[in-house]
């Protein structure tokens, strides 16, 4: 409970923890819905930045997968091809830039 309350807190070694500790369990949810490789690839690390962008929002009371699952489920797909690249590539680097700044190597 302690890491979730350190998340909520923007705390970034929260968030680093959480995604380690859940990132499989998103990509293979998100790849159960696109049944594509690349494409899961990608709208994990959109999910992982809306994650970090919503830190605030979420209660610490509640399941952090089912919350992740909900974020990667709205992620995974009602946009195009395209426009997943363009957000993954924006999310991307505006998540090395954050965490740069952070002192933690992305």
């Known amino acids: 409970m302690e890491l979730l309350e350190q998340f909520v ?5 929260a968030f680093e923890a959480l995604f ?9 949810w998100i790849l159960r819905i ?9 709208i994990t690390v959109e999910t992982f930045w809306r994650i970090y962008r919503s830190h605030g929002r979420f209660d610490p009371a509640h399941s952090f997968g089912a919350w992740a699952r909900r974020i990667a489920t709205n992620a ?13 590539f924006r999310a991307v680097r505006k998540l090395r830039q954050s965490l740069t700044r952070a002192g933690v190597q992305a």
Request: aromatic share 6%.
């Open 20 to 28: 380690r500790q859940f990132q499989r369990e998103v990509y293979g």
């Open 9 to 13: 807190h923007g705390n970034l070694d």
């Open 34 to 42: 696109v049944r594509d490789p690349a494409a899961a690839e990608e």
């Open 76 to 88: 995974a797909l009602g946009i195009s091809a395209d426009a997943v690249k363009l957000r993954v």
